[in-house]
């Protein structure tokens, strides 16, 4: 399994990617009545109601650390896997942006692994917005040693994720948030200039 092994400036791990109150808005540290001891680490407390809250600044610590990986790779080289509907606008919205292809839906098997196969795609990063779901991806990642990025919820389990993103990988504000600041610092990172949508245009509430 690859090692990520990518420092922030302790000043920087300060400073949040977004505004806080647009993490709040969103619900993005908001998790489940379901937790796994994967998940465990970022959880900051559990609400009268069960839900676990994560941890907000260690959200937006892995997002830096996150785009700060993905910022090496050209758009071409990465794929992001979102089987959640949930996410579809914003990721595709993502795609658009960033020229990274994203697969909404359904992984077409062997993708990645067989030559053979009309839709084999060479990549060189996977992220996912969730591993359960996108559980066929990473598994044919993992057998070809791409380093896996997965956004994942207090009920996912991590063993064969290489960089966890602790978020709610499932609400529909979430995720439109998610893809705004990975969209808007990949293009950062990369020098691509400012990102031309606004995270409303990212929001899946219409």
Request: with cysteine; hydrophobic share 40%; proline share 5%.
């Amino acid at each position: 399994m690859i090692i990520f092994v990518l420092i922030l400036d302790m000043a920087e791990e300060e400073q949040l990617l977004v505004p806080l109150e647009n993490y709040l808005k969103a619900g993005l540290h908001i998790g489940t009545k379901f937790r796994t001891e994967y998940m465990a680490p970022f959880i900051y407390k559990i609400r009268p109601d069960g839900l676990a809250v994560l941890n907000v600044q260690e959200i937006n610590n892995r997002i830096a650390l996150a785009t700060q990986f993905m910022a090496r790779y050209e758009p071409s080289e990465i794929i992001i896997g979102c089987r959640r509907e949930n996410g579809w606008k914003a990721a595709e919205l993502f795609s658009k942006l960033t020229g990274i292809r994203v697969m909404t839906g359904r992984y077409s098997p062997g993708m990645l692994i067989n030559p053979d196969s009309k839709s084999f795609t060479e990549t060189k990063l996977v992220l996912v917005v969730d591993p359960w779901p996108d559980k066929n991806i990473v598994r044919d990642a993992n057998k070809i040693g791409i380093p896996i990025i997965a956004c994942c919820d207090t009920n996912n389990t991590a063993n064969d994720i290489d960089l966890v993103i602790p978020c709610n990988n499932k609400g529909k504000k979430s995720l439109g948030l998610f893809f705004y600041i990975i969209t808007k610092e990949y293009l950062r990172l990369r020098r691509l200039g400012e990102i031309k949508a606004t995270l409303e245009d990212f929001d899946d509430e219409d």
